[in-house]
């Protein structure tokens, strides 16, 4: 009888795809269309609104792969070869006498008449200043050659791709000195709880400190959002009212700690005054109950309170809708198959998403999962994802998650 109804309860419950392609549907129905041009160094984490097209070839001459000397091919197998120039990088070199070689360094544009460049290890250079090539050479062999990389006209990187080092190198490379990128969605972020204090304040009887107000700042901030930080609202219905009448000019409303039913959820009956809330439960631990839905036109999402439960749900159902938003296609966390290194012997009516390490190759746990333990995330390398209804022993495959691929 237990298994029937735990069975039944199971399928009531919204599967994490589900709430995942729901919210991605409410993403892209409400798009970030606003962008704004920046310099380069101020668009790490940002979403690049416009592609990025090459106005030139990369490299823009063909140029030397190696230390060496830039030469004729088909001249290296007669007689020792004078030197005619010396070329390093940044300098602009004459074409290349016949019958001779240059000396050539790594990155310098190859002489027009040049079709080779030899590594200096393999010549030897004579006493008169002349060089032997000691091996046949091939056309072509260590230079670069003009637009090897990049083409002019070419799109290098497409709107929508997240910016981070290596992008910004790339435009850098292109000469490039600022991108027109998506304006930073404006999440305010809310932390109800008549329990919580901020750190720095004294802590009194019954209460905890607020550490889900840092965890979404820090996190938004490295999602190219820019944080609101409403603070804690109480649980005071004339507060609450008040604290969303003063916000302004906001694209998410990014709550935590329960916006249920219940009575003294202050939060969730000012939000149903302008607007609609649904709750839904997931099959999702830790994270059951989250709520989605809209104030005065403006979405809101409400994450479940426990640290880890905020943790998992921010990361895999916020963070790819926030994403979407900024007009980020591909917001899937990578994920790879590892052994697990645990038993898993009841199988879970929700999909269960677990603080592990990788130790020897294989997914360990943080020996206390429990939804409050924010400690267990600090130790995790990444989450281990077990399927609703799955049984695992040792050695069997997991789904390991990176936090790395979900905190940037
Ligand atoms: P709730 O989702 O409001 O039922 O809260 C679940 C648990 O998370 C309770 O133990 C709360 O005290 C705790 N909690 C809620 N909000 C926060 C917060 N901002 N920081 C730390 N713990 C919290
Ligand atoms: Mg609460």
Redesign the pocket.
């Known amino acids: 009888m237990k298994a029937v109804a735990e069975a039944t309860q199971g399928r009531a419950l919204m599967p994490v795809e589900e709430a995942l392609q729901r919210l991605l549907t409410f993403a892209v129905a409400a798009p970030i269309r606003e962008t704004e041009s920046l310099a380069l160094a101020h668009c790490d984490g940002r979403v690049l609104a416009q592609p990025l097209v090459a106005s030139l070839d990369l490299p823009p001459w063909p140029n030397s792969a190696m230390d060496g000397y830039a030469l004729r091919c088909a001249d290296a197998s007669g007689e020792p070869l004078p030197v005619s120039q010396r070329i390093f990088a940044g300098q602009a070199p004459a074409p290349l006498q016949p019958g001779t070689c240059a000396r050539i360094f790594t990155g310098a544009p190859v002489p027009e008449g040049a079709d080779c460049v030899e590594m200096q290890e393999n010549v030897e250079v004579l006493d008169d200043g002349r060089v032997r090539f000691a091996r046949p050479l091939t056309a072509g062999q260590n230079i670069r050659p003009q637009g090897q990389e990049t083409r002019a006209g070419e799109e290098v990187l497409a709107a929508g791709t997240r910016l981070g080092p290596i992008e910004l190198a790339l435009a850098a490379t292109l000469g490039v000195p600022t991108l027109s990128v998506v304006r930073r969605p404006r999440v305010a972020v809310l ?3 008549d ?2 204090v901020e750190p720095g304040e004294p802590l009194g009887p019954g209460q ?1 400190f ?4 840092q965890l979404l700042i820090s996190w938004l901030e490295r999602l190219g959002c820019e944080p609101v930080d409403v603070g804690i609202l109480a649980d005071d219905l004339a507060q609450t009212r008040a604290c969303l009448a003063g916000l302004r000019g906001i694209d998410l409303i990014l709550s ?3 916006v249920s039913v219940g009575e003294a959820d202050y939060l969730g009956i000012a939000l149903r005054e302008a607007g609609e809330l649904d709750l839904w439960k997931l099959a999702i631990k830790p994270g059951k109950p989250l709520t989605f839905g809209h104030w005065q036109g403006v979405p809101v999402l409400g994450l ?4 880890t439960s905020t943790l998992v749900t921010f990361g895999l159902l916020a963070r790819p809708y926030l994403l979407r938003r900024q007009g980020v296609d591909d917001v899937t966390p990578l994920g790879v198959d590892v052994p697990a290194g645990f038993d898993w012997p009841r199988a879970g009516t929700r999909r269960e998403y677990l603080r592990a390490r990788l130790e020897s190759g294989q997914a360990c746990l943080y020996p206390n999962q429990s939804s ?1 333990v924010l400690r267990s995330a600090a130790w995790a390398e990444g989450l281990v994802e077990v399927p609703e209804g799955q049984t695992l022993q040792v050695g069997d495959p997991v789904r390991f998650i990176p936090l790395s691929e979900l905190l940037g």
């Open positions: 932390s109800t709880g329990e919580l905890i607020n550490s889900n107000r935590t700690g329960g479940p309170g426990n640290p409050g």
